[in-house]
């Protein structure tokens, strides 16, 4: 699972260390709070335990999970301004407010909602183009207390993702017959990557926006040019060869015999010196 763009699964790294842990006990449901660090760099897992066992967990950047407690904050005061529940007076979909936070390849969806059972904010995290989805629900009654507990977090360990700090060039697109390619460059605590995906007229009818893609580190940017470079260099060459056999064979006739008005090369020519009487 990434966090804010970065690819945080313990599973693969077993040089993870959890730096802090915090847990919040919030109406029926447990949420842990636990500051980790891998050779990629330091992140915030929050995990959801509900009253059946059952989990569920998000992954934030330090500076996402920074931007994440301000938006708490602004969540609860609206929470507060509430009156009382009104059945009759609920959205369809039942969201009272929503924001939405960007981070590399990552969105995050912060939505107050209502329904039968009260007030809650569902924090979802998916990625950009489509991909899995990971939400927590969070009992608005506990914004206040969570959010002071991420930030005891944040002032202990900071907010600061480290890394590239410039702007990154824009993605670009290129059609080549009936296939859409795109490259766009992302940034995760590994470094700076290029996706490169593939999207094809079949796929693109497919309302999940599922493509085939590659991701290649900007440290193997050259040598990855460098080598389409002498394919492409080696496709010319063999192009012109080509031209050039099927030339030849034009000029010289199927059967090597030289065609009727063809240029022949001169034969048995005395070389003419100057002076040399005739």
């Not at 969105?107 to 998916?126: A, C, I």
């Not at 460098?226 to 000029?251: E, F, P, T, W």
Request: charged share 25%; aromatic share 8%; net charge neutral.
């Amino acid at each position: 699972m990434d966090a804010g763009g970065n690819n945080f699964d313990s599973g693969q790294q077993p040089q993870e260390q959890e730096l802090a842990t915090k847990m919040l006990q919030i109406q029926s449901k447990r949420f842990y709070l636990d500051v980790k660090q891998n050779r990629r760099g330091r992140f915030i897992k929050v995990a959801e335990i509900g009253a059946d066992g059952r989990r569920s967990q998000i992954f934030l950047a330090m500076s996402t999970a920074a931007e994440f407690r301000d938006h708490l904050s602004t969540f609860s005061d609206f929470y507060s301004s509430l009156g009382p529940p009104n059945p009759d007076n609920v959205p369809d979909d039942g969201k009272l407010k929503s924001e939405m936070m960007l981070k590399d390849n990552r969105r995050y969806y912060l939505d107050l909602k209502e329904n039968s059972r009260g007030r809650f904010l569902r924090v979802s995290q998916t990625i950009t183009r489509g991909g899995p989805r990971s939400q927590v629900a969070l009992p608005a009654q506990g914004m206040i207390e969570f959010r002071d507990a991420l930030t005891d977090l944040l002032d202990d360990f900071g907010t600061d993702d480290g890394g590239f700090k410039g702007e990154l060039p824009e993605g670009r697109h290129l059609r080549v017959d009936n296939k859409n390619f795109y490259f766009d460059i992302g940034q995760n605590n590994r470094g700076i990557y290029m996706k490169v995906s593939e999207v094809v007229p079949s796929l693109q009818q497919v309302k999940s926006n599922f493509r085939t893609a590659i991701t290649v580190p900007e440290k193997c940017w050259t040598r990855f040019r460098d080598i389409l470079a002498d394919y492409c260099d080696k496709m010319n060459r063999a192009h012109s060869d080509s031209a050039d056999h099927h030339q030849g064979a034009a000029v010289a006739g199927p059967s090597g015999v030289p065609r009727a008005g063809s240029a022949q090369p001169a034969r048995d020519v005395e070389p003419f010196a100057a002076g040399s009487r005739i």
